[in-house]
């Protein structure tokens, strides 16, 4: 304790032409330091020793001593501003800032995790920091195994692979066992036996139980015996906070209880396992987290753990917490998805009907657009309510922006009609893959009059106006018949019964078989041009007129039979 206090005093003394500000000391100390903050009357008598000490010496003196015990306090901090597209952390360091994301294995992520997770890289991106990703399965009762594996896939593929480090919890009990053992040896720590509904209407009461003052040696026994004798609900080993705390949360909290569920990681091995403010209180020290960032829902938890960081004297991490965000009309429930899943309702998880990452992943959404909505969200405690329609409209815009300029062109036809333009010229329509990016090359539709339109289209068609066959010919429907017009564009353009412009496909044995998995469930199958074909699986196509896709897999037939491309419906 000396040698902190001595560092600040000499830091004090030296802005200061020699003199201490004691209560300057106190505040510098104490942040440095929180764990003295039970003691200030004995911190307080340090300092005024130490400044009698220090202000009695010459300031070139204070200045060597300070150079030899802190040089780092001699160092002038520079302002450093960080640009970026949030709004600054408190006590950010660029190159220093470590954030975390710490979900349970009870499933793959969803949209909300989506959030929690973007916004928490979006912010190590923007400091050079590290981004890690903690499992916390300390728990044994609600783990579904899988998910040790689906959610460092969605964390990577959200983060464009970025995550520094992934730790799983049930792999650390033997250092979180070191720490409680710790806090037993120090009295800060108890095996409470009381029954809990007691105990807890003595903790409302603000009255320890007979638990709270047994030696220091009762406990190390009732400790060890956690791990041998006692069963699970018969005793649970609590932090000795404030008995009489304003918030009855902080009063006394467990820490350590036992648990004697089979774990899918540890089988039955371990029976003694953390509660989750104390593997988060020890895993965020050890890992050198520097903001954790998390909703508002775990403030009081926050509370706890500088608690349990006090007993050890570390610094603690900054807390920054967001507002409940309420995603109106989603089922983010993992329990009811895994549920439905296996009552075969959804095919898996990543049925496109489901706002989990596997799905929307499949179906070809870009991690960009998520990290672009977490942004626009931002760090907030004010809550919010988003519904499906403003959701998917925020994100599939920002989705947009990145598919876009990558996404070919080609024409699918849904429900395929057969049609005969009398008159129609033989021609080789030439079209862009891309329109804006005319140097990606064409593609060729060669037609004479039998071309494939879409039901849809077919039965909107009036008769006596001017329809065209984009990039072929305008025509009009007659009676029974299909009359071609003309060529030119401008005459439909200017043509005063104008009707519809339709994309098409000509009547050839080179069209493909398509299939086209929508997010409601059902398929839309048509035809598809030979082009098509050249499409590699996850590639990302606009079809005309129609919404973006990803190839999900092609379907090999037989000689006999064409092979069919399946595609994932994405968005317009």
Same mark, same amino acid.
């Given at each position: ?66 150079? =030899?015990?802190? /040089?780092?306090?001699?160092? +002038? @901090? *520079?302002?450093?501003? #960080?640009?970026? $597209?949030?709004?600054? !952390? ?102 409470? =036996?009381?029954? /809990?509904?007691?105990?807890? +209407? @003595? *903790?409302?009461?603000? #009255?320890?139980? $007979?638990?709270?003052? !047994? ?358």
């Amino acid at each position: 304790m000396k040698d902190i206090i001595l560092k600040y005093a000499l830091k004090n003394a030296l802005g200061f032409n020699g003199k201490v500000n004691k209560n300057v000391v106190l505040g510098m100390v104490l942040h440095d330091t929180p764990a003295l903050k039970k003691d200030v009357p004995k911190v307080l008598k340090e300092i005024e020793k130490v400044i009698s000490e220090v202000e009695m010496l010459p300031l070139p003196k204070i200045q060597q001593q300070l150079q =030899k015990l802190a /040089p780092e306090l001699l160092q +002038e @901090k *520079k302002e450093e501003t #960080i640009e970026g $597209p949030l709004k600054p !952390l408190p006590n950010a360091v660029k190159g220093k800032v470590v954030v975390r994301i710490a979900p349970s294995p009870s499933g793959p992520l969803h949209i909300g995790h989506a959030y929690g997770a973007s916004l928490n890289y979006e912010y190590a991106k923007m400091y050079d920091g590290k981004f890690l990703l903690r499992i916390e399965d300390t728990n044994p009762e609600n783990i579904y195994a899988p998910a040790y594996e689906m959610i460092p896939e969605d964390t990577r593929w959200l983060s464009d692979n970025h995550v520094a480090q992934v730790v799983v919890q049930s792999s650390r009990l033997g250092l979180y066992y070191d720490y409680a053992e710790q806090l037993v040896q120090k009295g800060k720590a108890y095996v409470c =036996k009381c029954d /809990p509904d007691g105990w807890r +209407e @003595k *903790k409302n009461q603000g #009255i320890a139980c $007979p638990c709270r003052d !047994l030696s220091v040696q009762e406990n190390n026994l009732r400790y060890a015996k956690m791990f041998s004798e006692y069963a699970e609900g018969e005793a649970v080993l609590r932090l000795k906070t404030d008995i009489e705390h304003k918030n009855p949360a902080m009063r006394d909290f467990p820490i350590m209880r036992i648990n004697e569920h089979i774990h899918p990681k540890t089988d039955k091995e371990h029976k003694v396992w953390p509660l989750m403010v104390f593997s988060v209180a020890i895993d965020d020290h050890e890992l050198g987290v520097t903001h954790v960032l998390n909703g508002k829902d775990h403030a009081d938890n926050a509370k706890k753990e500088i608690l349990i960081m006090d007993c050890f004297g570390w610094k603690h991490p900054e807390y920054k917490h967001w507002g409940r965000i309420n995603f109106e009309g989603f089922t983010l429930s993992t329990t009811q998805t895994k549920h439905a899943i296996e009552q075969k309702v959804y095919s898996g998880w990543d049925d496109l009907r489901l706002p989990f990452l596997p799905a929307l992943r499949r179906r070809g959404y870009q991690p960009e657009a998520f990290r672009r909505f977490a942004i626009e969200i931002g760090l907030s405690l004010a809550d919010k309510s988003v519904s499906q329609e403003e959701f998917w409209k925020m994100v599939n815009a920002f989705n947009r922006e990145v598919i876009e300029p990558k996404a070919n062109r080609y024409f699918f036809v849904h429900n395929p009609v057969e049609i005969s333009i009398k008159g129609a010229p033989k021609k080789e329509a030439v079209l862009d893959l891309h329109p804006d990016y005319p140097k990606r090359g064409k593609r060729i539709l060669s037609a004479e009059g039998k071309v494939f339109i879409s039901q849809e289209d077919h039965k909107k068609l009036g008769k006596g106006k001017i329809h065209r066959l984009m990039d072929y010919c305008n025509f009009t429907l007659n009676g029974n018949s299909w009359n071609f017009v003309s060529e030119n564009y401008e005459d439909y353009k200017n043509a005063e019964n104008k009707g519809f412009i339709i994309h098409w496909l000509p009547v050839s044995k080179d069209l493909l078989q398509v299939e086209v998995l929508l997010d409601n469930g059902e398929k839309a199958v048509g035809v598809g041009e030979k082009g098509l074909e050249k499409v590699k699986e996850n590639d990302i196509v606009q079809l005309e007129r129609m919404y973006f896709a990803k190839l999900d897999h092609t379907e090999k037939k037989d000689r006999k039979e064409k092979n069919k491309v399946v595609f994932c419906y994405l968005h317009t």
